[in-house]
């Protein structure tokens, strides 16, 4: 069992950055695939980034794709977004996530966290 914390999340004017973290405790945190997601009020959860076991591959969706860098330490168990150029549509509910494979679905993520609420205002 993982448990996945994020922090981080905050309001920040549009043009703005901001980096949030997601620690893991519970599980051998290099065993897995992390990801991020978020949700908007009315939508669906949608795909962020993810990262391979040792931050060798990458993939962003296309929406924050060379605004927002996914990575990771795992020495300190930690998986990290970097978030740049903030926009109001990047306003949502962040998730961490962990899976045993490389994938950008939300249902095959196995572990979750609470989510950290960022607002990014005009």
């Known amino acids: 069992q993982v448990q996945l914390v994020e922090s981080g999340g905050r309001l920040v004017q549009a043009g703005g950055s901001l980096r949030l973290s997601c620690a893991a405790s519970?599980?051998?945190?290099?065993?897995?695939?992390m990801g991020w997601f978020r949700q908007a009020p009315g939508k669906e959860r949608e795909f962020v980034a993810v990262?391979?076991?040792?931050?060798?591959?990458?993939n962003h969706a296309g929406s924050v794709r060379g605004r927002f860098t996914i990575s990771r330490d795992n020495a300190k168990n930690t998986v990290y977004l970097q978030m740049n150029s903030l926009k109001p549509e990047d306003t949502a509910v962040y998730y961490c996530?962990?899976?045993?494979?490389?994938?950008?679905?939300?249902?095959?993520?196995?572990?979750w966290g609470q989510g950290t609420q960022v607002t990014v205002s005009s």
């Open positions: 996530a962990a899976a045993n494979n490389w994938v950008t679905t939300a249902t095959l993520y196995d572990y």
């Open positions: 519970g599980g051998p945190f290099s065993n897995y695939y």
């Open positions: 990262i391979s076991r040792y931050g060798k591959s990458t």
